[in-house]
C-alpha cells in the first residue's frame, strides 16, 4: 500500500498538527505502508520561512525514512483576511503542481483538514493519480472559522461550505480527530463511511520515569510551588485570557507560578494583557524543541488547558492533553462536551472548570493546590487512561487495517 500525506504543517515546525502526522507517518511506515508526504516550506507559527529553507521553490528531504516533498508558500504575519487566503491559496496550487510533476502514483491521498482548501489539490491530485482521497478533518471548517469571527464574509463561508461537502462526497473515508466531529459529518452525510482518528501519545517518549525534575531550577521554582502551566499554540481559539485573569486573582497565593510555554498571534496581547493586571506569578517562555517538551512538563505540577467557551469546541480534544497526562500531570480543563466526558469522568485525570471564567478557574486552582495527594493520584489515573485508549502504536495498527478493508 502507498500513500501520499498532504498537508501544510509537518516538522521541523514545531505544534500540534505537525507532531500528530508525523507520528502517524512513521507508523504506517513501520507497518510496512509505503509513505510519502506532500507539505510547504516550515513556516508556522512565526510565519517565517525557516531559514534552510528560504529561496526555494521546491525541495525534497528524508525524515524519518519518508520521502518529504515540499513547495513553496506565501507566508505573512499580517492577521487579515487577504494574506491569509493568499497564505492557503499558493500552497493549494503549489502542492499541486509539485505533486503532480515529481510524484507517481498511489493508494490514497490522505489531505489535513484545515485548512479546508487543501482540499482542492488533494481532490485533482487523487483524480490524477487514481487514487482514493481520505480527508482527515481535525477541525471543523468553515463552521469554526465563522464561530471565531475569523472569516465574516458571507460568500467566502457559502464557497467554503460547497467546497467541504463537495470534498465529503469525493472521499472514499471521512477521519475526524473527535468523536464529535465524526458525528457532524455522519448526521450531514448519513451514507458516507466516517471513522474516529483519534489523536494520542508515544508512550515510550512521553515516560515520566525517564526524565527527573531539573528544569525546577531553570524555572526558577523554589521547593512549596506550584507550577500551573500552558503549553500550546497563543491563539484566539483557546482563550487564554482567564488564566492571566485567574492569576490575578490569585497574588496573595505566592506559590502558585504560571507558566505559558509557546508562541502564536496572541502573545502579544496576552503579555500586555499580564502586564496591565500587574502579574508577578506569570512567565512567558519562548517555543522548546521536542527533546525538551519532557523535562518541561516533568518540572510541572498541573497543566491548564482551555479553550473558547463556544458550542463548537465541545467536540474539541486539545492535543496537549496527552502528553500531560502521559507524564503523570493532572490537568485543569476549561473545556466542556467530549473532552471532558473522556478524560475527567472516565479518566479522573484532573478537574475542570467553567470556559472564559477566571472566578471558576481560581476555586478550581485553589482546590487542586491544597490536594497534593489528589495531584499524585489524578496524575496517576492520567497515565493509565491514555495507555488504555489512546496509545498510538495501537490507532496506527486499526488504522491500517481499515484502509486494507476500503471498498
Known amino acids: 500500500m502507498k500513500i501520499l500525506l498532504l498537508t501544510q504543517y509537518f516538522p521541523p515546525e514545531v505544534g500540534a498538527p505537525q507532531n500528530r502526522l508525523f507520528e502517524l507517518a512513521i507508523r504506517l511506515k513501520a507497518s510496512g505502508v509505503e509513505v510519502d508526504v506532500l507539505t510547504a516550506m516550515p513556516n508556522y507559527p512565526s510565519m517565517l520561512i525557516h531559514d534552510e529553507y528560504k529561496g526555494r521553490f521546491t525541495m525534497q528531504e528524508e525524515m524519518g525514512g519518508m520521502k518529504v516533498l515540499r513547495s513553496w508558500i506565501f507566508v505573512s504575519q499580517s492577521k487579515s483576511i487577504l494574506p491569509r487566503l493568499l497564505n492557503y491559496f499558493s500552497f493549494v496550487f503549489t502542492s499541486f503542481f509539485v505533486g503532480n510533476f515529481k510524484l507517481g502514483k498511489y493508494d490514497y491521498v490522505f489531505c489535513e483538514s484545515p485548512p479546508l482548501f487543501l482540499g482542492l489539490s488533494a481532490y485533482a491530485l487523487s483524480v490524477i493519480k487514481r487514487a482514493g482521497l481520505i480527508f482527515n478533518v481535525s477541525d471543523l471548517w468553515p463552521e469554526s472559522a465563522e464561530k471565531l469571527d475569523i472569516i465574516r464574509n458571507?460568500?467566502?463561508?457559502?464557497?467554503?461550505?460547497?467546497?467541504?461537502?463537495?470534498?465529503?462526497?469525493?472521499?472514499?473515508?471521512?477521519?475526524?480527530?473527535?468523536?464529535?466531529?465524526?458525528?457532524?459529518?455522519?448526521?450531514?452525510?448519513?451514507?458516507?463511511?466516517?471513522?474516529?482518528?483519534?489523536?494520542?501519545?508515544?508512550?515510550?517518549?512521553?515516560?515520566?520515569?525517564?526524565?527527573?525534575?531539573s528544569w525546577r531550577e531553570k524555572l526558577g521554582l523554589n521547593e512549596g510551588d506550584i507550577a500551573l502551566a500552558y503549553a500550546g499554540i497563543h491563539g484566539h481559539a483557546q482563550g487564554l485570557e482567564v488564566i492571566l485573569k485567574a492569576a490575578a486573582l490569585l497574588q496573595d497565593q505566592p506559590h502558585l507560578k504560571f507558566f505559558f510555554l509557546g508562541s502564536g498571534p496572541e502573545k502579544k496581547e496576552l503579555i500586555e494583557l499580564n502586564e496591565s493586571l500587574g502579574n508577578t506569578s506569570v512567565q512567558f517562555l519562548d517555543v522548546i524543541g521536542k527533546g525538551e517538551m519532557p523535562f518541561f512538563i516533568s518540572a510541572i505540577d498541573v497543566s491548564i488547558i482551555p479553550l473558547k467557551n463556544?458550542?463548537?469546541?465541545?467536540?474539541?480534544?486539545?492535543?496537549?492533553?496527552?502528553?500531560?497526562?502521559?507524564?503523570?500531570?493532572?490537568?485543569?480543563?476549561?473545556?466542556?462536551?467530549?473532552?471532558?466526558?473522556?478524560?475527567?469522568?472516565?479518566?479522573?485525570?484532573?478537574?475542570?472548570?467553567?470556559?472564559?471564567?477566571?472566578?471558576?478557574?481560581?476555586?478550581?486552582?485553589?482546590s487542586l493546590s491544597s490536594d497534593p495527594g489528589g495531584i499524585k493520584t489524578m496524575g496517576e489515573n492520567g497515565r493509565k487512561y491514555v495507555e488504555l485508549a489512546f496509545n498510538r502504536d495501537t490507532i496506527a495498527t486499526a488504522f491500517v487495517e481499515v484502509l486494507e478493508n476500503i471498498k
Open 310 to 366: 463556544i458550542p463548537l469546541f465541545e467536540g474539541a480534544i486539545p492535543s496537549k492533553i496527552f502528553e500531560s497526562l502521559s507524564m503523570k500531570k493532572p490537568i485543569l480543563l476549561g473545556v466542556k462536551g467530549e473532552a471532558k466526558e473522556l478524560f475527567i469522568e472516565r479518566g479522573k485525570a484532573g478537574k475542570t472548570f467553567i470556559p472564559e471564567n477566571e472566578v471558576s478557574l481560581k476555586e478550581e486552582i485553589l
Open 154 to 213: 458571507k460568500f467566502l463561508l457559502n464557497s467554503a461550505t460547497v467546497l467541504e461537502e463537495f470534498l465529503y462526497k469525493k472521499a472514499v473515508l471521512v477521519t475526524g480527530q473527535t468523536q464529535g466531529i465524526v458525528a457532524n459529518i455522519s448526521s450531514r452525510f448519513p451514507e458516507k463511511e466516517c471513522y474516529w482518528l483519534p489523536n494520542g501519545v508515544d508512550l515510550s517518549y512521553y515516560n515520566p520515569v525517564q526524565y527527573d525534575r
